[in-house]
Structures are given as C-alpha cells and as structure tokens.
C-alpha cells in the first residue's frame, strides 16, 4: 500500500496509504510514508489520516503533534473529524481529561460535537478508574446539553467501566430499556461483569437468548455464576453448550 501510494503521489493516495498500514499497525511505514509526503499533499483529509494512523499504532503523542502541526498548516482546515481522531489519540494515551479539553475546545470553535466525538470521551473515562463518575456526567451534557442521544456503544462503554458501582450499572440498563436500544452481546457481556441478572437463572436465561454468542460473553458469565458459588450451574451450562449444535455459534 505504501509504494502504490508513493507512486500514485495524490493527497487521496498517501491518505488510503495511511489507513492501509495504520490496520497492519505498521506505524514504521505509517512514519516513513509521512516523512516522504510533501508538502503540497498534506492537506485535512491527509492530516486526519495520520492522525488517526499514529492514535491506532500507539503513537498518541505523535498523532496529537500531528494534530498541533495542522493549526499551524496554511490552507488547511481543522474540521470536526480531526478532534474525533484527537479525542480518540487521547484516549489511546489515556488522558482522560485532556481528551475532554479537546471536546471543550471543539465547542469554544464552534464546531459541531457527534456522537462519536462524545462516545470517544465517555471512553476515555469509563476506562480509568478515577474518571467513571466524568464518564457519567459527559453523558448527562450529551443528552440535555446538546440534544445528542446515545447509542448501544455509549451504553456497552459506560457498563463496561471498571469500577462503575451495581447502582449506576442497573440506572444504565434500565435506560437502554427505556430508550429501547438493541442490545448486542457487549452489552450482555457487561452486564454479566456488573452484575446486573438478579439470579444465576435469569443469567443464563439471557445468554441462551443471545443470537451470537461468544467465547469473551460466555467467560463473563461463568465469571457471574463463580462469583454466587453457582458450580453445578457453570457446569451444566458448558455440558450444554459442549454437547448442542450451540458451539458453533460460540467464538
């Protein structure tokens, strides 16, 4: 991808380029086919390209160098989806806080905040453990702040949360229900994490209800059934599962 970008020598091409060898987490080519782009070339949809390319091969202080070098670009405009791949550089990094900056300063421009660029920041806190309660408060601001609603993956993030209290997981499961989100099997494989079945059968009644299961889901509730010393339910279950066509839906 990296020498047919070259060859090409188009914008468009170094850009496909980027991408191609971000998926590969190639971030030495991802680094060589920046370094060999010129200038005329590196215009917004190739800034947000390495951007995104340098946040998914790890590099997160480079994607948000890359991110500063393009405020300083003539001619190049800083849009909406270069913030989504910042906030997302921030959350790769960690930095919760400074992914939510990023949001804010997104606001202060006057760019228009999406799903995605909220979805991202939740992220970035559900996943530390000292920020969850931020997670919960940038979904409050999406709903009532800027009319945004949230989807199945703000929900899967947020119940996902390390440390999210049963309390606030079960508030979370009733607003899907509310908002009569689809739920998918990150969603049951976070609920069997929080603890959200009341019984172990109420548990297993909701994984053998699950269309696609898999190997990440059915852990999780074996996890769920070990937690109430429910052995000969975990048991049974795999017996089941081994013994049943159901396997070759498990990944």
């Not at 849009?79 to 921030?90: L, Q, R």
């Not at 409050?140 to 993030?157: C, E, G, H, K, L």
């Not at 099997?185 to 019984?199: E, G, H, L, R, S």
């Amino acid at each position: 991808a990296m020498e047919v970008a070259i060859r090409l020598g188009t914008a468009k091409s170094f850009s496909v380029g980027l991408e191609a060898c971000a998926q590969s987490r190639k971030w030495p080519k991802v680094r060589s086919l920046w370094e060999r782009m010129g200038k005329e070339h590196k215009d917004t949809f190739a800034y947000t390209a390495m951007i995104s390319a340098a946040a998914r091969c790890g590099r997160w202080e480079k994607a948000i160098a890359v991110f500063e070098e393009m405020y300083q670009a003539e001619d190049v405009k800083v849009d909406e989806v270069a913030y989504n791949a910042a906030i997302f550089a921030f959350g790769v990094g960690k930095q919760p806080l400074r992914a939510l900056e990023m949001l804010i300063r997104m606001q202060q421009r006057s760019l228009k905040m999406d799903r995605t660029s909220f979805n991202t920041v939740i992220s970035a806190c559900a996943r530390d453990t000292n920020y969850w309660s931020l997670a919960l408060e940038c979904l409050d601001a999406m709903i009532n702040d800027v009319s945004i609603q949230p989807d199945i993956r703000t929900y899967n993030t947020l119940l996902s949360a390390p440390s999210i209290p049963k309390q606030e997981a079960l508030k979370l499961w009733n607003e899907i229900e509310m908002r009569g989100l689809e739920k998918d099997v990150f969603t049951y494989t976070a609920a069997f994490k929080a603890d959200i079945p009341q019984t172990g059968e109420d548990a297993i009644g909701i994984f053998r209800s699950i269309r696609h299961p898999d190997t990440i889901c059915l852990n999780a509730l074996l996890d769920y059934l070990a937690r109430r010393g429910l052995w000969e339910s975990s048991l049974s279950l795999i017996e089941e599962i081994s013994s049943s066509s159901h396997t070759t839906s498990i990944d």
